[in-house]
């Protein structure tokens, strides 16, 4: 055995101890109590049919892992088939499957985005999407949240100061730890004056919002100037994402995109389950349904007994500020059965660490009335 020196790890020990000391020290918990946490909004991740689709397509000779790239032999008839499913469904010219959101924002924007191009990221975006905008060609501004004369002054400001390439605005139509939405139809004008394209990531909209599930980018779907990213590891139940855009990208994404072209493909199993989620938004829009109504009824419980801020979605920030104090709150709900995980910087910005709660369909309402009892004695009715 190699011994291991001291001297060789100090650096990661005292940046363990200092996150420590400012109450951001990380570890990993399993799951455990009343689904409050998960994204699995339509409790897909379980549903019989996803089971089912997976357990027949094992049957039936379906490879568990792809063995190798999709430009090699990794490319599966289960790939296309839900890829030209997904085009279908979200009312796109093209459909690329990737094996994660991360993955498939930073493919995005390490590849589509050229030198010169200028990219507008709201502020809350996703670090996936800070990551791609580092790491790719394009030079990269930020816009002030949900801001849309923010994005226009940005890009004006980069136009007079001499750019002259593409401009590609960036949101999120669901903000994940704000659960706010976008002002898409205020974007897509901006979008069509100033001649550029608009990315959405629609990870915490997809299944949720939309007819059939199609999220909130569903109106605009098929325009030349628009790529959104559709997770799946969310409302779908599965995992992976799916780019959707005009086929002219679709193609130069697998002819320049290095997470694409450089990494095994996706487990076909995973194309299938996912195809079967889309399958379900389509014959089984009760799911989507019974999510609004709970929605609806969390909103109407919290304003009568608390007030404090809404977030109109099926995500509820719960602010605390301090970061051992949002830890401790956390773990008093989780003692008293709820899975309710705390959340701090650089998750979100300093100052704000809070409690993330989320509405799935893995819950009823009754395990939302108990949930809000606790927190009210938790925190003495504290309005947040």
């Not at 959101?101 to 191009?117: H, M, S």
């Not at 990221?121 to 670090?127: E, F, P, Y």
Request: with cysteine; proline share 4%.
């Amino acid at each position: 055995m190699i011994p291991i020196h001291a001297d060789k790890v100090a650096s990661y020990v005292t940046a363990l101890h200092a996150l420590k000391d400012d109450d951001r020290l990380r570890g990993l918990k399993p799951r455990a109590g009343i689904d409050f946490a998960s994204n699995d909004y339509l409790a897909l991740a379980s549903a019989p049919r996803m089971k089912k689709a997976v357990w027949a397509a094992l049957e039936a000779g379906t490879p568990i892992g792809a063995g190798g790239s999709r430009l090699l032999r990794g490319n599966c008839e289960e790939h296309e088939s839900l890829e030209a499913e997904a085009a279908r469904v979200f009312g796109a010219e093209a459909a690329l499957f990737f094996g994660g959101g991360y993955v498939a924002n930073f493919a995005v924007l390490t590849t589509l985005p050229q030198r010169g191009d200028l990219l507008v990221l709201d502020s809350l975006v996703h670090a996936s999407i800070h990551e791609g905008a580092r790491a790719g060609r394009a030079d990269f501004r930020v816009s002030t949240h949900n801001d849309s004369q923010s994005v226009e002054d940005t890009i004006r400001d980069w136009r007079r100061e001499g750019g002259v390439g593409r401009v590609w605005i960036v949101v999120e139509s669901l903000y994940s730890m704000d659960g706010n939405f976008a002002p898409l139809a205020e974007l897509v004008e901006i979008a069509d004056k100033h001649d550029a394209f608009l990315l959405v990531d629609e990870a915490h909209a997809t299944g949720v919002y939309g007819e059939q599930g199609r999220g909130l980018t569903a109106p605009y779907e098929g325009r030349e100037n628009l790529v959104v990213v559709h997770t799946c590891g969310k409302a779908l139940g599965a995992a992976g994402a799916l780019v959707t855009a005009p086929r002219v990208l679709r193609d130069f994404m697998v002819n320049r995109c290095r997470p694409f072209i450089f990494a095994t493909a996706p487990s076909p199993l995973t194309a299938v389950a996912v195809r079967e989620a889309l399958s379900i938004l389509q014959d089984e829009p009760e799911r989507q349904q019974r999510l609004t109504n709970l929605i609806a009824f969390t909103h109407r419980e919290i304003g009568a007994r608390s007030g404090w801020r809404l977030s109109g979605s099926q995500i509820l920030p719960y602010i605390v500020g301090d970061n051992a104090r949002a830890m401790t709150l956390a773990s008093a709900l989780q003692a008293r059965g709820f899975d309710i995980r705390g959340i701090r910087p650089p998750t979100v910005p300093a100052g704000t660490a809070r409690l993330r709660i989320s509405l799935t369909l893995n819950i009823v309402e009754n395990d939302v009335r108990a949930m809000l009892d606790a927190l009210t004695e938790e925190t003495g009715g504290e309005a947040r």
